[in-house]
Every structure is written in C-alpha cells, then in structure tokens.
C-alpha cells in the first residue's frame, strides 16, 4: 500500500488532538460525564445566555443529541436554563459557578499540557503536534512515516 505524502501529517495530528482531548476527558469522566459534557459546558461557560439553538448550531449537532447532555449538566448544577427576556420562547444556558469551576479545571489541564510541551520544544507547531503526538501509544506505529525532506 503506498502512503500519500501528507498521511504522516494526518495522522501526527490524529494522535496530537487525541493527547490534547484525552487530558480533559480522564478528568470529566471522574463527574461521570463524556467529552460531549465538555464541549457543551465549555460553550455555555465561553458564551453565557446561548440560547439552545444557537449552540446546537455552534456544535453542529442535532436537538435529538442534546437533550441527555443538557439533562445531565442541569442534574449536576453546572448550567442553568433561563427563559430570554427578549422572548420568552427562547431559553437560554448559563454555567454556574460549579459549572465554571469544572470548566477552568478542564482548561487549567489542557493550557499546562500546551505550556509544558512548548517549555520543552519551543513554538515551532509541527514539534508541538510531535510531542503531544509522542505520548501515544499507537504514534510508534507510523513514525516511519514521516517524510525526510
């Protein structure tokens, strides 16, 4: 099978997002939450009074997928639901202070994975995407790959 000239690059990048995700998920899944719990808290705390419809659309998802996450993050008081002043048929989602709390954890967690990577490689992205890339298991299947300019 031959290798397209940017597979390495792909899959460097593959396996330098699923570094960076995986800090925070270890981290969510102790509330017994998922990555989806993330990302919705993550926009709701990013951009207080979205309504449901504009995150859905900020996400890219359906309303069918939203219902259980919104669920969950009401049940655990991280977000608050409000009706729109504007228009009371619109509701709108705020994280709480517990809800803020989680979401500078999940940052707090991520930022210092960025910093302490680039304390090591300096700023230079294709060596940080290396060395986040690096600390997968999987990643030892394909260094071959990269490409000896």
Same mark, same amino acid.
């Given at each position: 099978?031959?290798?397209?000239?940017?597979?390495?690059?792909?899959?460097?990048?593959?396996?330098?997002?699923?570094?960076?995700?995986?800090?925070?998920?270890?981290?969510?899944?102790?509330?017994?939450?998922?990555?989806?719990?993330?990302?919705?808290?993550?926009?709701?705390?990013?951009?207080?009074?979205?309504?449901?419809?504009?995150?859905? #659309?900020?996400?890219?998802?359906?309303? #069918?997928?939203?219902?259980?996450?919104?669920?969950?993050?009401?049940?655990?008081?991280?977000?608050?639901?409000?009706?729109?002043?504007?228009?009371?048929?619109?509701?709108?989602?705020?994280?709480?202070?517990?809800?803020?709390?989680?979401?500078?954890?999940?940052?707090?967690?991520?930022?210092?994975?960025?910093?302490?990577? #680039?304390?090591?490689?300096?700023?230079?992205?294709?060596?940080?995407?290396?060395?986040?890339?690096?600390?997968?298991?999987?990643?030892?299947?394909?260094?071959?790959?990269?490409?000896?300019?």
């Amino acid at each position: 099978m031959s290798t397209n000239k940017n597979d390495y690059e792909h899959m460097l990048f593959y396996f330098a997002y699923k570094t960076f995700v995986t800090t925070a998920d270890d981290i969510i899944e102790q509330y017994g939450m998922s990555r989806q719990h993330h990302r919705f808290l993550f926009f709701i705390n990013k951009l207080p009074g979205i309504t449901i419809k504009e995150l859905l #659309q900020t996400l890219e998802i359906s309303k #069918q997928g939203s219902h259980a996450t919104l669920r969950t993050l009401k049940e655990k008081e991280l977000i608050i639901e409000q009706i729109s002043e504007q228009d009371r048929r619109v509701k709108q989602l705020f994280a709480t202070e517990k809800g803020n709390a989680l979401i500078n954890e999940l940052n707090y967690a991520q930022d210092h994975l960025l910093q302490t990577i #680039q304390q090591k490689v300096g700023n230079n992205w294709y060596d940080i995407m290396e060395a986040l890339a690096n600390q997968r298991d999987g990643f030892k299947h394909i260094e071959h790959l990269k490409r000896q300019d």
